[in-house]
């Protein structure tokens, strides 16, 4: 069975603490995706990465920063986390040709106080 | 640039009720298109996908979409709902040539089946 697997399901960090959100997938995928969903808003990319340490800005990458050192690894880093950054953080990975699905992970629901 | 709308962000039927979530996007370029399902404390997976061919298709769980490139919209429909059908669901579409970066998302539909 694919899987993407994203460290944590729920966090709760402090306004300013530099905070690591972790994907990890098996599937050998050359892209792999960071998304956040807010309700209203749908699931919004925030970077993408195509290759190992290759990382592209997707459309909100504001107070986000990334790390690809291994295929099958891909990290989200907030440099100092804000409360508006409250969100649901969804990790995905997919094949390079777009006629492909993207795999998700089961999310990691991320509150800053 | 793409977009897409999915203009209802909720969804209530009865049990064993006709249903259709609607979808409509916006390119400059021929796209692929998809809807995913969201199931409650879980991650997105695919439901069902377009990409050539005929413009009807289908998933395992009997939903169904069509491509109408005329008006622009791949309406997810299913003729009979299930409770296990409650989900938020996800039109996204991308464009073939631009990589799979592109894929966009709408702001999803959460179904709701009332017994």
């Known amino acids: 069975d694919v899987k993407v697997t994203q460290s944590s399901r729920y966090l709760v960090k402090r306004t300013g603490e530099k905070v690591f959100l972790e994907c990890v997938q098996d599937?050998?995928?050359?892209?792999m995706f960071w998304y956040r969903q807010d309700p209203g808003l749908g699931l919004r990319l925030i970077y993408f990465s195509y290759d190992v340490k290759m990382k592209e800005k997707g459309d909100i990458p504001e107070g986000y920063s990334v790390s690809r050192e291994k295929k099958e690894r891909f990290s989200l880093i907030l440099e100092s986390a804000s409360t508006n950054q409250t969100s649901m953080y969804l990790c995905?990975?997919?094949?390079?040709?777009?006629?492909?699905?993207?795999?998700f992970g089961q999310g990691t629901r991320l509150t800053v106080v | 640039a793409q977009s897409v709308t999915q203009l209802d962000s909720q969804v209530p039927v009865f049990e064993e009720a006709p249903v259709e979530l609607r979808c409509n996007y916006s390119?400059?370029?021929?796209?692929?298109l998809f809807w995913y399902v969201q199931y409650p404390n879980q991650g997105l997976q695919l439901l069902l996908k377009?990409?050539?061919?005929?413009?009807l298709v289908e998933s395992i769980n009997g939903f169904e979409a069509e491509f109408n490139k005329s008006q622009t919209s791949f309406h997810l429909r299913k003729p009979s709902v299930h409770i296990s059908d409650t989900a938020e669901y996800f039109c996204a579409v991308s464009a073939p040539n631009f990589g799979n970066e592109k894929l966009t998302f709408g702001t999803g539909t959460r179904l709701t089946i009332i017994p």
């Open positions: 995905a990975s997919s094949l390079l040709q777009t006629d492909t699905e993207a795999f």
């Open positions: 390119s400059s370029v021929s796209v692929y």
């Open positions: 377009y990409l050539s061919g005929s413009t």
């Open positions: 599937m050998d995928h050359e892209n």
